[in-house]
């Protein structure tokens, strides 16, 4: 119990300490007459990984969107209230959204290469932003990307191999590494091993432990003990509000709101 205490006080003067990479100020979002949040006001801390939690339909993939524009594709999504990274308006209509979503990165539920080669699929968005010279420098990219997302080992002697022809937790690894490859400063996961099997989970929270060291990692997921294995921070949403948040210790130990309570005891969700 003491040592729980200690990590826990440890957690909480860390957590403190850690420099806010994106910032949310009262963001709802309204699809048509529908209102899916009600005002989420958050701060994701640096090179941490925060996970999204709260039952179906309560707004965690909605938030998640919201941080690089992605509901900006949604016809009927009106997002209102501020969210900036390093200080800056992500909704300024001087932000090229396109650069916004290479700095800040995606990698959805689904596995989703490209029908291109393994090669092609880490290459796309370097060649594309322009982050190459010259094809010894692509080539560096995209080794560096693969190992990065733990792939390399596997692939390094079929990269001219189709990415759809991998296994599921391969063709998410390589979409992580597509998401590596342009240098972002945070990765947004939609429940990135819900496709997964239980070995191939594993790698993936092994994986987005190792990748806190260099990115800020925002994870939705429905998963309670992947949320409590990967995360250093944990939001509970419930009904289009956020319940609570906390290091993610307390927020499995000793919860202040009854929602977070009920929804981690399986009362609902
Ligand atoms: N494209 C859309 N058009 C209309 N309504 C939407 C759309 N996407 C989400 N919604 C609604 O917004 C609310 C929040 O949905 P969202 O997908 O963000 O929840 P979630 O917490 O991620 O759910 P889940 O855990 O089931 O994925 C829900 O009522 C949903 O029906």
């Given amino acids: 119990m003491e040592n729980m205490q200690a990590t826990f006080n440890k957690g909480r003067a860390v957590q403190a300490a850690i420099p806010i990479k994106m910032t949310s100020r009262d963001v709802t979002v309204h699809y048509g007459q529908k209102q899916a949040l009600n005002g989420i006001t958050l701060d994701i801390p640096e090179r941490q990984v925060t996970a999204l939690i709260g039952p179906s339909g309560c707004g965690k993939s909605t938030y998640l969107r919201c941080l690089n524009r992605m509901n900006d594709t949604i016809d009927s999504a009106k997002v209102g209230g501020e969210i900036r990274l390093d200080g800056e308006d992500v909704y300024d209509s001087a932000i090229d959204v396109v650069e916004l979503r290479a700095r800040v990165g995606m990698v959805f539920q689904k596995p989703n290469p ?12 370097p060649k594309i932003h322009g982050l190459a010279r010259n094809k010894d420098e692509l080539d560096e990219i995209v080794h560096i990307s693969l190992r990065k997302a733990g792939l390399y080992k596997e692939v390094h002697d079929r990269l001219d191999e189709p990415g759809t022809g991998l296994s599921g937790g391969q063709q998410q690894r390589l979409c992580i590494a597509r998401a590596i490859a342009v240098s972002p400063e945070v990765i947004l996961m939609d429940e990135p091993c819900s496709a997964l099997d239980p070995i191939a989970t594993a790698t993936v929270e092994e994986l987005i432990d190792e990748l806190r060291e260099n990115f800020t990692i925002v994870i939705v997921t429905h998963s309670m003990q992947q949320a409590a294995r990967v995360s250093q921070l944990t939001a509970m949403f419930h009904l289009g509000d956020l319940a609570e948040v906390g290091p993610t210790e307390k927020m499995f130990s000793n919860p202040d709101d009854k929602r977070t309570q009920d ?7």
């Fill in 114 to 125: 490209f029908p291109k080669s393994i090669y092609d699929n880490v290459a796309y968005g």
């Fill in 263 to 269: 929804y981690i005891t399986g009362r609902f969700g």
